[in-house]
T-cell receptor, first 111, second 118 residues
Framework: GQQVMQIPQYQHVQEGEDFTTYCNSS?????IQWYKQRPGGHPVFLIQ?????EVKKQKRLTFQFGEAKKNSSLHITATQTTDVGTYFC???????????FGRGTQLTVWP | DTEVTQTPKHLVMGMTNKKSLKCEQH?????MYWYKQKAKKPPELMFV???????INESVPSRFSPECPNSSLLNLHLHALQPEDSALYLC?????????????????FGAGSRLTVL
């Protein structure tokens, strides 16, 4: 079945270092979404990418959607302790109502 | 009002109990979801209601029974659960079930109901 692979599973960085997480799908996605879940919290929507090759920025966060709409990345520049949490990508396929979640990347930031 | 409200926040139940989880949204969203999340895992889809009709059941055991009384409410009835059913149960909603337009299938999650089955 359709899957979205996400790496790495864990990332530990010093505050101020950059961070990147990658997602890859076996099939073309209609859109990809990114969510952040803080420890003890619930997933919160960050962004949606829909166009081939799309790049969007939110302050220190840069999101990319690949040309083939099969891969995506989230890059955080100069991490801060407030960036701690698990980042999930979720791809939309052809089935209504179903988003395919990656396994998430748990980011730890040391001060 | 841009949030999804779930009650209770915490629930402890025995294997013979019957309980219900409740979810409410007032964003006019027409798709509502139940997800199950275990520690350090992604949310796992259980059920999708689209325009108040059950559209997806991910082969969930019958001890979980969803109900959508109206477009704003979603319940999950629990009966004869097993200890391995202990998890965070997340309700979510979206404008529509599919990617009919940008933003339509973006999920707004509730804070979750943390369930412990003894």
């Amino acid at each position: 079945g359709q899957q979205v692979m996400q790496i790495p599973q864990y990332q530990h960085v010093q505050e101020g270092e950059d961070f990147t997480t990658y997602c890859n799908s076996s099939t073309t996605l209609s859109n990809i979404q990114w969510y952040k879940q803080r420890p003890g919290g619930h997933p919160v929507f960050l962004i949606q990418l829909v166009k081939s090759g799309e790049v969007k920025k939110q302050k220190r966060l840069t999101f990319q959607f690949g040309e083939a709409k099969k891969n995506s990345s989230l890059h955080i520049t100069a991490t801060q302790t407030t960036d701690v949490g698990t980042y999930f990508c979720a791809g939309g396929g052809s089935t209504l109502g179903r988003l395919y979640f990656g396994r998430g990347t748990q980011l730890t930031v040391w001060p | 009002d841009t949030e999804v409200t779930q009650t209770p926040k915490h629930l402890v139940m025995g294997m013979t109990n019957k309980k219900s989880l409740k979810c409410e949204q007032h964003m006019g969203h027409r798709a509502m979801y139940w997800y199950k999340q275990k520690a350090k895992k992604p949310p796992e889809l259980m059920f999708v209601y689209s325009y108040e009709k059950l559209s997806i059941n991910e082969s969930v055991p019958s001890r979980f029974s969803p109900e959508c009384p109206n477009s704003s409410l979603l319940n999950l009835h629990l009966h004869a659960l097993q200890p391995e059913d202990s998890a965070l149960y997340l309700c979510a909603s979206s404008q529509a079930p599919g990617f009919s337009r940008p933003g339509a299938n973006v999920l707004t999650f509730g804070a979750g109901s943390r369930l412990t089955v003894l």
